[in-house]
Structure formats: C-alpha cells, structure tokens
C-alpha cells in the first residue's frame, strides 16, 4: 500500500491563481480530511469527507472548495490564492468515524506571493 | 469549544533521560479521545499514542505511555530512556467521539524536543 500520497510536494502560487492540491489513498478509508499548518502552529481542520458524495467544512474553511466523487480521491481545490493560505497542507484519512488513528500524507508545502 | 495547551515551546534534554511533555485540553463533552503525534524535520506526522477518555488504564507504546489525570484534564506523554532520534515537534491533539469524530482533531502549538548527546 501506498498509504495516502499527495501531489504536489511544493508550489509557488501568484496572488488570484488557482490550484488543485491532489490527495489519494488506497487504504479503502471512507473519512479523508484536509488540515493547514502555519509557523508556530498546530494543523487546523479545512474541510473533510465521511464518504463519497459527502463532505462537510472544518475549522477553516474559507478560500478552499473540495468534492469527493471516489472513495480514493479528495482533492482541495484554492479557488483565488492570497498570501495568507501561505502553509504545509496535510490530507489524513482514517477507516471509518471514530477510528482512533488518522494517516497522514506527506504534506504540500504551498507558497503564495 | 475544545482547546488544547501545551505549555513547554521547547526542550533540551539528555540522551537515554526520561522526558514528560504536557498537555493540558479543554472541553465539556466526556466522550473524547487525545493523541500524540511526533513531527520530525522531514515533515511527516506520525501517530505515536492514543487514549479514550472512558479508558480506565493509562495508554503504553513501546517507550512512550500517556499519563492521562482526567480530573486534571491532562494528557502528559512520556518517553522513557531517550534517544536522539526522539528530537522532533511533538503535537497533543484531542478529537470528540460523539458522530464518530467527523470534525477532526484539534491540535495544540507542539513542543519541539532536542535531544543531546
């Protein structure tokens, strides 16, 4: 297995791009979820999905779409960058609600000038 | 809302030491789980520890053990016997398990842990 990879490892953005960062696993997990790590910080929560079809906003959601159309697949999406999404992004999954261990990828760190 | 404290920016500590690194969280709800996760520099997260809050015993893996005082809300990590591959940002992080935890983890700053030869 390869466990949950993302694409790209980095990118550097102009103001008002747009991106898609890419998340997969071949775990067979049904919750994914996406978080933000700034200096000095702990990960905050994006955006996350419990299943395919279905996904719900985390603790910052703004500026930031998602879809999950695949078990495998929940790519985040920038929709106009700004300096201020400047960070590492991490996608996690887990097998199903309440399992006690998220997988974490190996992160994307996003540069936006 | 949940919030978790780790009060110790940083630690130098000697090789082959036990160290305790403190957390300390917040929350009204009684169904909820902590965790540990060790950050190196390559940047990876990876999950060292677990602990329910109805878990009767303390959680142990391997050199690491939870130190969970639920009266005290706190969820100190224990490495035994140190080593200089432990020198990494450590982040507690708790998760409510009410609707399976669908709202993540909250995390708290890290402390970031230098061990010495």
């Known amino acids: 297995n390869a466990g949950v990879t993302q694409t790209p490892k980095f990118q550097v953005l102009k103001t008002g791009q747009s991106m898609t960062l890419q998340c997969a696993q071949d775990m067979n997990h049904e919750y994914m979820s996406w978080y933000r790590q700034d200096p000095g910080m702990g990960l905050r929560l994006i955006h996350y999905?419990?299943?395919?079809?279905?996904?719900d906003q985390g603790e910052v959601p703004n500026g930031y779409n998602v879809s999950r159309s695949t078990t495998e697949d929940f790519p985040l999406r920038l929709l106009s960058a700004a300096p201020s999404q400047t960070s590492v992004y991490f996608c996690?999954?887990?097998?199903?609600?309440?399992?006690?261990?998220?997988?974490f990828g190996p992160g994307t760190r996003l540069t936006v000038t | 809302a949940q919030k978790i404290t780790q009060t110790q920016p940083g630690m130098f500590v000697q090789e082959k030491e036990a160290v305790t690194l403190d957390c300390t969280y917040d929350?009204?709800?009684?169904?909820?789980?902590l965790f540990w996760y060790k950050q190196p520099s390559s940047g990876e997260m990876i999950f060292l520890i677990y602990q329910g809050s109805y878990d009767q015993q303390n959680a142990t893996e391997g050199r690491y053990s939870l130190n969970f005082q639920k009266a005290r809300k706190s969820a100190n990590l224990v490495i035994s016997a140190s080593q200089l591959g432990d020198s990494a940002m450590y982040f507690c992080?708790?998760?409510?398990?009410?609707?399976?935890?669908?709202?993540?983890?909250?995390f708290g700053k890290g402390t970031h842990l230098i061990i010495q030869p």
């Open positions: 996690a999954s887990s097998y199903q609600l309440g399992s006690y261990e998220q997988y």
């Open positions: 992080a708790m998760r409510y398990l009410r609707g399976g935890g669908a709202d993540g983890l909250t």
């Open positions: 999905s419990v299943g395919a079809g279905i996904t």
């Open positions: 929350t009204s709800d009684p169904s909820y789980g």
